[in-house]
């Protein structure tokens, strides 16, 4: 009998049956910005996501004063946020950011890197 790590779905034979390790499949943490919210120390990845924080929340305050009736992808300044199509739609609806420092968690990094991780969840 084979044995392999994981598959998605069971492959084999009838002859030589497959078993997988792992039944059980994530993507894991998806953060769209993993340069963003992981780092190597605390107080630096504090500092790195409070600058990101500030940046988001600028351009949404730009945009209530700004972007009435223009598309959002026209409007952001791709120079200081790496935006995704989730991030984009929180500024459309005027949704701010808030940072809390005990978000911050140890997390390993693809997969072997011990770092720390920013983890917050969607509202």
Known sequence: MRYR???K???GSKTEPI???FKLYSLGVNTARD???YGYDRDELQKQ???FTDAYNAEVDRFRRKGAGQKVDDFVDYTYVKWSSTLKGFLARGISAEF???KIKPALYRPYSRQFL???TRR
């Open 100 to 102: 809390d420092a005990e």
């Open 5 to 7: 790590l994981g598959l």
């Open 118 to 120: 920013v983890f917050t």
């Open 9 to 11: 779905r069971r492959q």
């Open 19 to 21: 078993d997988v390790v």
């Open 35 to 37: 340069e963003a919210v």
């Open 49 to 51: 996501v409070e600058r």
